[in-house]
């Protein structure tokens, strides 16, 4: 099997006591080839389903259809996310990212077409599950760049802030200008900018060849059978936490966006969505600066119990100012537990699997965000925004619960395991 080889993994080790900071951590040779199109790749990802709301919504004036719609495309990303991952860990990310793209800008583009003719509702779910199936990866697949580059480097746990701020900040941006653009400009721009975004962005970063991890690496390495990252117990349960995480963001759209239609202010949905976002952003810029005294699994189990404090208190919420206030806090849960999650994944799962792996948790991400915004779309229809707002604490109680119980199964896998060629044994990690 042909393989393409990444850079020589970085060996850089911070100076004892002190934490690797994101200076050095951006100054890794060839970090910046992969990390500024990936940005820019990335963008669109945040765009989707506030745009498909926004759209839906103006043209069918039901917030549960818009929110059936988008349901459909996180329902189809969570399924085939992962097979995506997998392909990428096989046949390397090039081959999966191109015709990934061009599928998903069409099927955009089709939705677009349909909504604004007034296609029946059965034509705007078979345009969605495509384009939710087609959604580029490009996270998941910066974080196994990542991973390749700096496997048993102290800067690993410093990258997975750095991709989470990242994450946060296209949430920031994302929304916020598919919010503008829709009511601003036409309520279906928000979607057309990110079928292009997409198109161009995908496909720059896809030609960064030279830093795309092995792949191929269970054929090359033993001639055994591949094994899925979803057979290993603690990404089940970190894919469980994950889904609590995607009722959070799918809730806070919708219900963000019926709070300000209430209020006869829809501009506010923009800057109320921005603040939460930007509360995530700056509590992973902290994360990546802290060195941390407890174990990641313990980090995991306190920030997920703070943010389902947090997300109980938004249903209460009934001016901007307390609404702002308390999304802020609720971001600033966010970021420290999805940072540790992905901290611990790459001590659970081989290289091998690695891609998958992440596939599998911005999979739960997207479907637990599906289930959010039809659930929190049609009790805002039936019973006022401020309904909407209890589907992150249900979702996020339930995870808790299941963090909890299944804690142990979060324990990483045996050191001493050679993934592949170029890719040293694994040292312990403490998690607690």
Not at 236 to 242: I, K, N, P, T, Y
Request: net charge positive.
């Amino acid at each position: 099997m042909s393989t393409v080889t990444s850079d020589t993994p970085a060996k850089t080790s911070g100076k004892p006591g002190r934490r690797a900071g994101y200076g050095q951590l951006l100054r890794t040779p060839g970090a910046l080839s992969f990390l500024l199109p990936g940005f820019a790749a990335r963008q669109p990802f945040a765009m989707l389903t506030i745009g498909i709301v926004l759209l839906v919504q103006h043209t069918t004036g039901s917030y549960g259809t818009a929110g059936a719609v988008a349901a459909a495309t996180g329902v189809s990303m969570a399924i085939f996310a992962p097979q995506s991952g997998r392909l990428a860990d096989r046949f390397g990310q090039r081959a999966v990212l191109v015709p990934g793209v061009l599928i998903h800008s069409a099927a955009v583009s089709l939705l677009v077409v349909l909504a604004l003719t007034g296609a029946p509702m059965w034509a705007l779910f078979l345009a969605a599950v495509p384009a939710g199936a087609s959604v580029p990866q490009v996270g998941p697949m910066v974080r196994a760049r990542w991973a390749a580059k700096l496997e048993n480097s102290p800067l690993m746990s410093t990258a997975a802030a750095f991709e989470s701020v990242t994450d946060e900040f296209t949430f920031v941006v994302g929304p916020v200008l598919a919010t503008a653009l829709c009511t601003g400009v036409h309520p279906a721009a928000g979607l057309i900018a990110e079928a292009a975004l997409t198109l161009f962005g995908g496909l720059f970063f896809a030609a960064q060849r030279r830093t795309q991890p092995v792949y191929g690496l269970v054929a090359a390495a033993s001639g055994g059978p591949r094994v899925s990252a979803l057979s290993i117990p603690g990404v089940r349960v970190l894919a469980v936490a994950f889904l609590g995480i995607g009722s959070v963001f799918g809730g806070m759209q919708v219900s963000l966006t019926a709070f300000s239609e209430e209020i006869g202010n829809p501009g506010a949905n923009g800057l109320l969505y921005g603040i939460f976002a930007a509360g995530n952003m700056l509590a992973g810029i902290a994360c990546g600066a802290v060195a941390w005294k407890i174990g990641p699994r313990r980090r995991l189990i306190l920030g997920y119990a703070g943010l389902t404090v947090a997300a109980s208190l938004l249903w209460s919420a009934h001016s901007v100012l307390l609404l702002g206030a308390l999304g802020l806090i609720v971001g600033l849960c966010i970021a420290p537990a999805l940072i540790t999650g992905y901290t611990i994944v790459e001590t659970l799962v081989p290289a091998s699997a690695r891609t998958e792996a992440f596939t599998w948790l911005t999979g739960a991400v997207a479907l637990g965000q599906a289930a959010a915004v039809t659930v929190a779309g049609r009790l805002a229809d039936e019973h006022g925004a401020s309904t909407g707002f209890l589907v992150p604490l249900v979702g996020t109680a339930l995870a808790l619960a299941t963090l909890l119980a299944l804690r142990s199964r979060l324990a990483p896998r045996a050191p001493g395991r050679v993934a592949a060629r170029g890719i040293g044994h694994r040292v312990p990690v403490t998690v607690d």
